[in-house]
């Protein structure tokens, strides 16, 4: 397959493998990504892209999907298992897809929407101003307490009891800590709104029951496939019972056309690798490893964001050390690392400058690495952060960088 794409457009193949090659060299620290397994990208790489399917299974629009009925059905099994969830729509091509699913199910336009704050860990979909979640609906923000940097549940019930709002989401893309959902189940109930967990970052934590589970609380739960789930890019829905033709409805025709085959079955086999004890063991191991990581830097003088981190990630304030988010990405990137500039709570700098670098442990942790390499990681950063403007000391940790990784290849048998 790959020696076809070479031939036939070499322009395009050099670019795959110059990105794989860049996979295999550098340490992956953004959170919000993983390396699938082999059999995950096979299945998107398989006739089953060719199937439109539009409707859902045994209710579809075309002919021709008596196959894909039991692919999609499969996945739906798994995925219910996994979460002990009622209902799950399996078809949202991502997370924010899966979110707006659920605001269509659910509002209007001008509609009351109470999300996390950017700055201090939410997401763009929920509810700022550059998402149509922002544009579309009257959004509250809620945040995180100056004190200590952790969600105070008594503002947030505060926050909902004078603005009632129709849909109250909990979960975020940077908050390092766990997340009581028992707790918003209470502040929902208190103003009668639809309660939402956005757990993309955590769902894989979620399923290995190492972070408590949003489920039993929330009427609907959205979350991606790739970050700790280590599957295929895209999203998912569970929901109670109660609410399942509404989501269905909400996902097609509302918000999405045909669903992408190929990828339900890659994340059906995700699944399946989810539900072996192995990705418990795992996911364990991605906790241990940020701990370990993020514990090192603070022992050097960078401030964690809420002083530790509960999770896969974790937010390092690098301004009290005279950087920015920014600098800090981009040399530790020319150093071999890569993370992802983020802004930090109550931060002053614009979000392309950031005060902050999030950095997460899942896929160095798929690779096999554990304690010992984070503590190795962390002198990397160290060096390079404490020496921002030597280019031979990026050259020398690079170096470093590139041997630690060749003892622990990923995907060294594809493009070969």
């Known amino acids: 397959m790959y020696r076809s794409i070479k031939n036939y457009d070499p322009d395009i193949y050099k670019f795959i493998r110059l990105e794989k090659?860049?996979?295999?060299?550098?340490l992956e620290l953004i959170a919000s990504e993983n390396f699938a397994s082999p059999r995950v990208l096979a299945a998107m790489a398989t006739p089953l892209n060719n199937k439109y399917a539009e409707g859902y299974p045994y209710k579809r629009y075309y002919g021709g999907c008596e196959y894909v009925d039991e692919i999609e059905s499969i996945c739906i099994d798994r995925v219910k298992k996994l979460f002990g969830a009622e209902h799950a729509n399996v078809q949202p091509h991502s997370g924010t897809s899966a979110n707006m699913?659920?605001?269509?199910?659910?509002?209007?336009?001008g509609d009351k929407l109470m999300g996390m704050d950017l700055t201090s860990g939410g997401h763009l979909s929920h509810g700022h101003p550059v998402s149509s979640s922002g544009r579309d609906f009257d959004v509250i923000r809620y945040g995180v307490s100056r004190e200590n940097e952790l969600l105070d549940y008594d503002e947030i019930f505060s926050i909902a009891e004078r603005e009632k709002p129709k849909i109250i989401i909990c979960g975020a893309s940077a908050y390092p800590r766990f997340i009581d959902?028992?707790?918003?189940?209470?502040?929902?109930?208190?103003?009668?709104?639809?309660?939402?967990?956005?757990?993309?970052?955590?769902?894989?934590?979620?399923?290995?029951?190492?972070?408590?589970?949003?489920?039993?609380?929330?009427?609907?739960?959205?979350?991606?496939?790739?970050?700790?789930?280590?599957g295929p890019r895209g999203g998912i829905i569970l929901c109670k019972e109660q609410y399942a033709k509404k989501i269905d409805k909400a996902v097609f025709p509302g918000v999405q056309g045909g669903p992408f085959m190929h990828v339900i079955?890659?994340?059906a086999i995700a699944f399946k690798e989810a539900l072996d004890p192995s990705f418990t063991e795992y996911q364990k191991q991605v906790v241990k490893n940020c701990k370990e990581l993020a514990n090192e830097l603070q022992k050097e003088g960078f401030r964690l964001v809420s002083g530790g981190t509960d999770i896969h990630l974790a937010q390092i304030d690098v301004k009290?050390?005279?950087?920015?988010?920014?600098?800090?990405?981009?040399?530790?990137?020319?150093?071999?690392?890569?993370?992802?500039k983020n802004t930090i709570p109550f931060d002053t700098e614009k979000p392309f400058i950031a005060s902050g670098i999030r950095i997460g442990t899942p896929a160095v942790t798929t690779r096999g690495m554990k304690e010992k390499e984070m503590r190795k990681i962390a002198q990397f950063m160290i060096e390079v952060l404490a020496n921002p403007d030597s280019e031979e000391i990026r050259y020398a940790i690079r170096k470093e960088v590139e041997d630690m990784c060749s003892a622990f290849p990923i995907y060294s048998d594809l493009l070969s």
């Open 320 to 340: 009290v050390k005279g950087l920015t988010g920014k600098l800090a990405e981009e040399i530790l990137e020319e150093a071999g690392i890569t993370v992802n």
């Open 101 to 109: 699913a659920v605001y269509f199910a659910f509002l209007k336009p």
């Open 265 to 267: 079955a890659a994340k």
């Open 21 to 26: 090659e860049r996979q295999n060299r550098f």
């Open 181 to 230: 959902f028992k707790k918003f189940r209470e502040i929902a109930d208190s103003v009668g709104a639809i309660l939402m967990a956005d757990v993309a970052h955590t769902a894989g934590l979620i399923a290995a029951g190492i972070h408590p589970s949003p489920v039993p609380y929330c009427d609907v739960v959205t979350f991606t496939t790739h970050k700790t789930m280590r």
